[in-house]
């Protein structure tokens, strides 16, 4: 299930991953357009099966907090909540940290 297209409050969003046997999410910090977000979005196709994807806009106001952060360095790339890269896909880097997070998990 892909969750980029619904809007969620962070307690909405917790209570949705909570309640299900999740994939890791792997969140990206985009924004409206983004050509390499677009990019990104592309290479990750081999391994959508692996986890779910979380685009967050970082123009809503909401999101201000991930603005002030990441406006020069989008598309940016969290797992599970923590930094995984930023500016492209390290493909290496993406498999070795899934690998390790479903290690862990089992």
């Not at 983004?34 to 099966?49: M, S």
């Not at 390290?90 to 390790?100: A, F, G, H, I, P």
């Amino acid at each position: 299930m892909l969750l980029s297209q619904k809007l969620f409050s962070v307690g909405n969003l917790i209570r949705h991953l909570c309640t299900r046997k999740q994939l890791p999410i792997l969140t990206l910090f985009t924004k409206d357009p983004c050509p390499l977000c677009d990019e990104a979005k592309e290479e990750l196709e081999p391994y959508k099966h692996r986890f779910e994807l979380l685009e967050v806009d970082i123009t809503l106001p909401e999101n201000r907090v991930w603005f002030d952060r990441y406006r020069y360095d989008i598309p940016v790339f969290h797992l599970n909540g923590q930094f995984l890269m930023m500016h492209r896909v390290n493909s290496t880097l993406l498999e070795r940290r899934l690998d390790k997070t479903t290690a862990t998990e089992q």
